[in-house]
């Protein structure tokens, strides 16, 4: 399950997976300039990524940056907040590992 969410800074997407809320956001990183045909400035963004999850303690999260998959381009948006998801689900994944699958589900 996902939604799409535009935020004033641009897009901003929330996916649930194994038990986890994974919020991308799309974050200004840059402008990058092109001369072929004129001056067109773009700009480039990095995905924010934050993970939640209750646990029975309490609710867990941590938050990192990506940038864009090598051979994407970092000025749209869509690519962007796929290399955020991309890199967010080994992140769970390793989080229930060690922590084991249950342990989330118990909470909810």
């Not at 800074?9 to 956001?25: A, C, H, L, P, W």
């Not at 700009?43 to 609710?59: Q, S």
């Not at 998959?69 to 994944?93: H, K, M, N, Q, Y």
Request: aromatic share 8%; charged share 20%.
């Amino acid at each position: 399950m996902y939604k799409w969410m535009k935020t004033e800074k641009g897009m901003e997407q929330t996916y649930r997976y194994r038990e986890f809320d994974i919020v991308v956001s799309a974050l200004h990183a840059t402008d990058t300039c092109s001369h072929v045909g004129g001056v067109t400035a773009r700009r480039a963004y990095v995905a924010n990524v934050t993970l939640k999850t209750r646990l029975i303690g309490g609710e867990w999260s941590t938050a990192f940056r990506v940038g864009p998959l090598p051979g994407r381009s970092a000025t749209d948006l869509r690519e962007v907040l796929a290399a955020g998801f991309a890199a967010a689900t080994p992140v769970v994944d390793a989080v229930v590992n060690v922590m084991g699958d249950g342990v989330a589900r118990k909470a909810a």
